[in-house]
Nanobody, 121 residues
Framework: QVQLVESGGGLVQPGGSLRLSCAASGNIFRINAMGWYRQAPGNQRELVAR???????NYADSVKGRFTISRDNAKNTVDLQMNSLKPEDTAAYYC???????????????WGKGTLVTVSS
């Protein structure tokens, strides 16, 4: 079994910064892409940022230049540095990882339980 555990959410004022972290643990042979998604009340879940095992990244247009995704392949972690936060960034943020559990297994998408980010004065 695989678990993704997020940390780092909270309340921050507009213009502030937060850093989210996610650690994968369990039966892991290889982690392919990792990413962060978010879902605001009444909205669909959307991709925020994604990073491949080769460290290629892509971002939602709304966060480009403000958010930075990074990962540590040795530690099976992915972080999201969020700067210049805006009220519209308020959402539950979810970690996602595409993981192969054993050498001959298919990759499976796993999700964390989410961490809440609130941007408000």
């Amino acid at each position: 079994q695989v678990q993704l555990v997020e940390s780092g959410g909270g309340l921050v004022q507009p213009g502030g910064s937060l850093r989210l972290s996610c650690a994968a643990s369990g039966n892991i042979f290889r982690i392919n892409a990792m990413g962060w998604y978010r879902q605001a009340p009444g909205n669909q879940r959307e991709l925020v940022a994604r990073i491949t095992s080769g460290l290629s990244t892509n971002y939602a247009d709304s966060v480009k230049g403000r958010f930075t995704i990074s990962r540590d392949n040795a530690k099976n972690t992915v972080d999201l540095q969020m700067n210049s936060l805006k009220p519209e960034d308020t959402a539950a943020y979810y970690c996602n990882a595409n993981i192969v559990g054993a050498r001959w297994s298919s990759a499976v998408d796993y999700w964390g339980k989410g961490t809440l980010v609130t941007v408000s004065s």
